[in-house]
């Protein structure tokens, strides 16, 4: 593997969302951008070389996804996570996100709960609301720098509910459910008949000596039916901009209910090019989301160092590249409301000249909350890390 993580493939007129947008995110140009949920530095080489292969040949109709294909994921599933989904019950969909949506639409109602479990990835929010549902909210519970879920307000919701959207491993807040968490949730959702769609795009990065836990291992060891997975190779290979992700469902009857609905949308399965790379991806990438974590769990040490003796406490992450960072301690309101408070997201903005994600964003639970992306240059990370501390030492 050859991959140099030192080395800054986004950068300003590059064409990238999180450099090229931060006029109309942050309100100012300069701010070193860490917010966005993509990596700084090159996709694998292993990537690049096959869509550079398949670019020489000039033909770019129709592509139906083939067996290799399909067989690349359950290879990678396997290998990786040690679990094997039952042959047919993959299914392509364009993106995690609107994989999420057609599920909401073809198992529930409008004006249904729908039960997401804040602070999670904002487009949980949207993909309910957007579609005329009704959000019905487990805030997790922090424990000692810890995210939990709460298990006895989730019995009571299920019981109103007939869906749940689980982030496995949950971004922001870097848990990795274990297989005792994923047990209990699923005895709630199988007494009360909630299909859960487990989306599980953050699968491959763990830290060294965390274990991710595919839902549907535990559901299949339960009896439990009821699931479909969502994940992508886009987080893991840096390939977000491609696109493309795919569905597990091992149940017929829910597999066929959720196509009837995909069809509707009449989106192509795959392009030309998140084939290609999906199938590089699991082909080739055995080993590098253990060398990709192993860099990232080093710019983790690096904040965690500068940040110590702070009032920014930095929750332990089991998995993603994103650190949740605890701000509460500063004392700023979030969002600014008061002319006389500057506010926390302005304060990183103006006085530390940094563009991270707002926690507000991924709901209540998030506010006074900062999340922070890891993948990018060491250089960046210290660089981030003086301009926060020269901020704080100001206040
Ligand atoms: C938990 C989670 N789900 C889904 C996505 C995006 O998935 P997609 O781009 O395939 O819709 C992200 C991106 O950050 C994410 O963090």
Request: hydrophobic share 45%; with cysteine.
């Amino acid at each position: 593997m050859s991959t140099d993580f030192e080395r800054l493939a986004q950068f300003p007129g590059s064409g990238c969302e999180k450099y090229d947008r931060r006029a109309a995110i942050f309100g100012r140009e300069d701010v070193l951008p860490l917010w966005v949920a993509d990596m700084d530095f090159p996709a694998p080489d292993f990537i690049t070389r096959a869509l550079e292969q398949r670019l020489s040949h000039p033909a770019f109709g129709y592509v139906k996804p083939d067996q290799r294909y399909f067989d690349a994921i359950t290879h990678w599933l396997e290998s990786q996570h040690h679990w094997k989904p039952k042959p047919d019950s993959i299914v392509p969909v364009a993106g995690v996100v609107p994989g999420m949506s057609m599920a909401i639409n073809a198992f529930t109602q409008v004006d249904e709960p729908v039960i997401i479990q804040p602070p999670v990835y904002f487009p949980f929010f949207g993909v309910v609301q957007d579609n005329a549902r009704l959000l019905l909210q487990n805030p997790l519970v922090l424990k000692a720098g810890f995210y939990r879920i709460n298990f006895e307000q989730l019995e009571a919701q299920a019981a109103d509910a007939s869906m749940l959207l689980l982030s496995n491993p949950h971004n922001p807040g870097g848990r990795a459910w274990n297989a005792d968490e994923l047990a209990r949730l699923i005895s709630i959702c199988k007494r009360h008949d909630v299909l859960v769609v487990a989306d599980e795009i953050h699968m491959d990065l763990t830290y060294e000596g965390v274990v991710f836990t595919p839902f549907a291992k535990v559901a299949r060891e339960q009896g439990f039916t009821n699931w479909i997975m969502l994940t992508a190779p886009g987080k893991t290979f840096n390939t977000a901009g491609i696109g493309g992700g795919y569905a597990v469902i091992e149940d017929a009857r829910l597999r066929k209910a959720f196509c009837k609905e995909k069809q509707r949308w009449h989106l192509n399965d795959t392009t030309v090019f998140s084939q290609i790379a999906l199938i590089a991806a699991y082909e080739q990438g055995g080993s590098w989301p253990g060398e990709l974590m192993q860099f990232i769990a080093q710019n983790r040490d690096r904040v965690e160092a500068a940040l110590k003796d702070t009032p920014i406490d930095v929750l332990t992450a089991e998995a993603t590249y994103l650190l949740w960072l605890d701000c509460r301690k500063l004392g700023f309101s979030d969002p600014a409301t008061d002319p006389q408070d500057l506010g926390l997201q302005n304060f990183f903005i103006e006085q530390a000249g940094l563009g991270l994600s707002q926690g507000i964003i991924f709901g209540e639970p998030g506010r006074g909350f900062m999340r922070l992306n890891l993948a990018t240059p060491s250089r960046i990370i210290d660089q981030a890390m003086t301009q926060l501390h020269r901020a704080l030492s100001e206040l």
